[in-house]
């Protein structure tokens, strides 16, 4: 059996007197994932991979088990795991490696999050690439054919987010790895919304890179991942380089001024990758966030979810002057639900929630105003109202949340 209640107990943050709906955008951390952070500071607070004294062989030896663990969590190698500081630094670090040359295209959705538009933005004006969008509309579902027609012979490289920030709509992204394949196209997976609500296996999808950050899945800011498929971690030259990425003792440079990248030699996978000292202690963090969505069990968590979302969603319907975005079937989306109430802008109804009824909601464009601007025709600020659901979230949460709705309905 599910029990919710003994979830609750393990968030120090959470209380009976409010109500927290926005998961999506962080999520909240259990006691063990911050009695981790704190083992690390108090009990061997050292730096890893850089001494053969007991504190930093102890740091070392736990880093490389959280490495380990994370790699497991998505069916991919040690070497092929890159720790970021979140999902947004991983988006950019696979725009500055690639190698794009001017006239190259990548294909885009409007759903994607800025932090999957700004990187190739900027080498739209750096390098001349050329940017292509697909629109799924207000629905935010994804029509294959549609999608392949967008396909061109410049297209580079495909990057999509996996799950919606804002209607939570699932991508085919195995569907669109195939067909990228198929045509030699490199493929990127923005699972940031994915990796805490369901299983994510990266050799089953079949892409070549895939990024997701710690905060959103239970773990502490200040930590991400980027999956690298391990060819291109062997060929391509890491974004970022520096401490730990070199091989300093087989360098080739006879003086520092005349130093050349060539002459370098890189360090073994996954150090290549690791430029610096990375998050070692949000990334102990992370690992036990993994273990406890592991030992709670993605079977259960998806069910809550389902659970939470066609309450939801059967009693937002049932209320006038609502306004949903994305399909209206609670089963096509995942743990987020975007709407509006009537007139009144989303940041005022955001107000309204917090101030009178203690209910916690994201108001605004939520990073995706390509996916606003695309389906809004009124004039003013785009966006809308969002509530995204998590593992530690009720039945009698949503209920409180739609007698909210409901009174707020009726002023709008």
């Known amino acids: 059996m599910y029990d919710v209640q003994k ?4 968030f120090p943050t959470i209380s009976p007197e409010a109500t927290y709906f926005d998961s999506v955008a962080s999520s909240l951390t259990p006691q063990p994932v911050v009695d981790a952070i704190v083992d690390y500071y108090t009990k061997f607070r050292a730096n890893v991979h850089r001494g053969h004294y007991d504190l930093s ?28 500081t979140n ?3 991983a988006i950019n670090e696979v725009a500055l490696t690639v190698d794009f040359e001017p006239g190259d295209e990548v294909l885009l959705s409007t759903l994607e999050h800025s932090s999957n538009m700004v990187p190739w933005a900027r080498l739209e004006k750096k390098i001349g690439i050329g940017t292509r969008w697909y629109k799924p509309g207000k629905t935010g579902l994804f029509d294959l054919n549609e999608f392949e027609k967008m396909i061109t012979k410049k297209t580079k490289l495909v990057s999509l987010t996996y799950v919606s920030n804002v209607v939570g709509t699932i991508v085919p992204v195995e569907e669109v790895a195939k067909i990228c394949r198929d045509r030699g196209i490199l493929f990127m997976v923005d699972a940031a919304q994915a990796v805490p609500h369901f299983t994510v296996d990266v ?6 890179f895939l990024a997701f950050s710690g905060h959103k899945m239970l773990g502490p800011t200040g930590v991400g991942v980027l999956y690298v498929k391990e060819e291109h971690a062997e060929e ?31 360090n073994e996978l996954p150090y290549k990758w690791q430029a610096g000292t990375p998050p070692i ?15 709670v069990g993605f079977q259960d968590i998806a069910q809550n979810d389902d659970r939470l979302m066609e309450r939801a969603m059967k009693g937002l319907m049932s209320i006038k002057n609502v306004d949903i975005f994305g399909p209206l079937n609670a089963l096509q ?12 802008p989303a940041i005022e109804v955001g107000r309204i929630y917090s101030e009178e009824f203690n209910i916690s909601v994201r108001a605004g464009d939520h990073c995706a105003v390509g996916y606003f601007k695309d389906v809004q025709e009124e004039e003013g600020v785009p966006g809308s109202v969002r509530a995204s659901f998590y593992l530690y979230n009720t039945e009698e949460e949503v209920d409180r949340f739609l007698d909210a709705t409901e009174k707020i309905a009726g002023i709008a």
């Open 281 to 295: 202690a949000s990334t102990l963090g992370m690992k036990v966030a993994v273990d406890y969505l592991t030992n």
């Open 7 to 10: 979830i609750r107990r393990d």
């Open 333 to 344: 989306r995942k743990s987020i639900i975007s709407y509006n109430v009537g007139e009144l």
């Open 87 to 89: 999902c947004t630094h």
């Open 236 to 266: 391509m030259m890491p974004a970022f380089l520096g401490g730990g990425t070199i091989e300093t003792s087989n360098c080739n440079c006879t003086l520092i001024d005349e130093c050349n990248i060539d002459d370098c030699s890189f």
């Open 203 to 208: 050799k089953k999808i079949g892409c070549d």
């Open 57 to 84: 062989m102890k740091a070392s030896e736990k880093f490389e088990d959280a490495i380990d663990t994370i790699a497991k969590f998505i069916n991919a190698k040690p070497s092929e795991i890159v720790i970021t």
